[in-house]
């Protein structure tokens, strides 16, 4: 089974940007829909953008605007790049299939924003 691991989140202020990365151990080439989830403390994990083998994305209300996701195929990686970061984007963020999360999850990577 392809094995996820996401990368790249750290501590920032707000307003400031953060690029996440979610390399699989295998091809992704033949899953169709991909996403970023995310888990504040306390709050459950909730769906925060989508996209498909060919590119097409969705958001979520919260983060439109200021999220963009891609996936390169040939390398097997999926991206989020997250601008005018905000306090209440601090979470544990994951990348797994959706609608249904059919991947294990790995480890997260936690994005901290300071007020």
């Known amino acids: 089974q392809v094995q996820l691991v996401e990368s790249g989140g750290g501590l920032v202020q707000a307003g400031e940007a953060l690029r996440l990365s979610c390399s699989a151990s295998g091809s992704i080439y033949s899953i169709n829909d991909m996403g970023w989830y995310r888990q504040a403390p306390g709050k459950q994990r909730e769906l925060v953008a989508t996209?498909?083998?060919?590119?097409?994305?969705t958001y979520a209300d919260s983060v439109k605007g200021r999220f963009t996701i891609s996936r390169d195929n040939a390398r097997n990686t999926m991206y989020l790049q997250m601008n005018s970061l905000k306090p209440e984007d601090t979470a544990v963020y994951y990348c797994?299939?959706?609608?249904?999360?059919?991947?294990?999850w790995g480890q997260g990577t936690q994005v901290t924003v300071s007020s």
């Open positions: 996209v498909t083998r060919g590119g097409s994305t």
């Open positions: 797994n299939t959706i609608p249904k999360a059919l991947l294990s």
